[in-house]
């Protein structure tokens, strides 16, 4: 019989090591936060996210943090697609793409994502996250050189480091600091790729995709956009940044989410279908991750409808974001130049920050503070985000509560 021995509680030694450093940097960091009222994450919500929210505490709030963009949570088409695809195909696909995971279902989602696109092709990963780590690993490797813009997405810079390339950060959409790390590159490495988010998440502005597109042609450079936070939310009909310049087709290799405007879960990248299909069998992520389930598979592609079915969604959107930020630039506040849904409200010192914070929670609105690490030091905001869905009202709850706190606090 096998002699297991117990061993009590505090009998094994604490090791003094990196990882206990870090752990109780995190208790001191964790306790100053609760204890000072100003832990806001994790926050609890009850039932679906939309413009306004109910948490678990039973608080109404207003929801100013949410990617949703569209509004389209509990959509009824999308709910009812997701539901007719569990029916369908059960709650989940059994395996990996390459193996045993594919369904026509996510054969009719790549189709349907890469004639939203305009793309020959698309493949689905299990989270943008994943995405832009299959792209660039993928595709990039010793002996090649990444450019990427200095905010570009954490997920972005993960690849590089993964892939054994050689990058290299311009400063943010600064194209003559672009153009000086491209020229000559392409004499020293096998392949040079520009990455750039779309809609940069926590400043809210564009990247200068024709600028960033001429320099590409002119020094043999191909082009990879992040559309994570453009897609449903720019362009006239939500198209994304290709619509918002006109410049259809003009970007080597889209990465998307199907996680914000679109109310599901996962990422594709649209190209080629040569490129495409390479990925599907050379993409660490795509071959060792297990397939969407069927259920996030109906959601995303009745999703892609919706989109084009209501374009009032899109207008809407706009005309939200404009009166909101417009709203707020008048009280006083530093919106940081942002362009679109995404509105940053700087602050630039952390305990203010912190401060604001709650007392717009306490005026029930649901935002959320942006600091170090996060940014850099001294730039610290509060990252908002508007939605189709918020009514006039709601955005007139939201700029009384920040011209009242922002008056209290003395920042505006």
Known sequence: MLDVTVVGEGARPELDDGISARLAMYRQRREHLYS????????AIAGRTNHRVDMADGRDMVMLASYSY?????????????KAAVDEYGTGA??????????DLHERL??????FVKREDACVYSSGYATNIAIITGLIGPGDLVLMDKLDHASIVDGCLLSGAKWKTYRHNDMTHLERLLRGAKE???TVLVVADSVFSMDGDIMDLPATRELCDRYGARLMVDEAHSIGALGATGHGIEEHFGMIGS??????????????????LAASHDLVDYQRHFSRPFIFSAALPPAQCGAAMEAFDVIEDEPWRVAQLHDRAERYRSGLEAQGWDTMGSETCVVPVFVGDEDKTMDLTRMLFDHGIFVCPIVHPAVPRGTDRLRTCL??????????QALGAFAEAGKTLGLI
């Open 94 to 103: 059994g395996g990996v793409r390459l193996l045993t995971g594919t369904t």
């Open 70 to 82: 569209l509004g389209l949570i509990g959509h009824p088409r999308i709910e009812a697609a997701a």
């Open 110 to 115: 790549e189709r349907r994502i890469a004639d």
């Open 36 to 43: 000072t009222d100003r832990y806001f994450y994790l926050q």
């Open 387 to 396: 939605m189709a869905t918020h009514t006039d009202e709601d955005i007139d």
């Open 188 to 190: 020293d490495y096998n």
């Open 251 to 268: 970007i080597d290799l889209k990465m998307g989410t199907l996680s914000k405007s679109v109310p599901s879960v996962g990422g594709y």
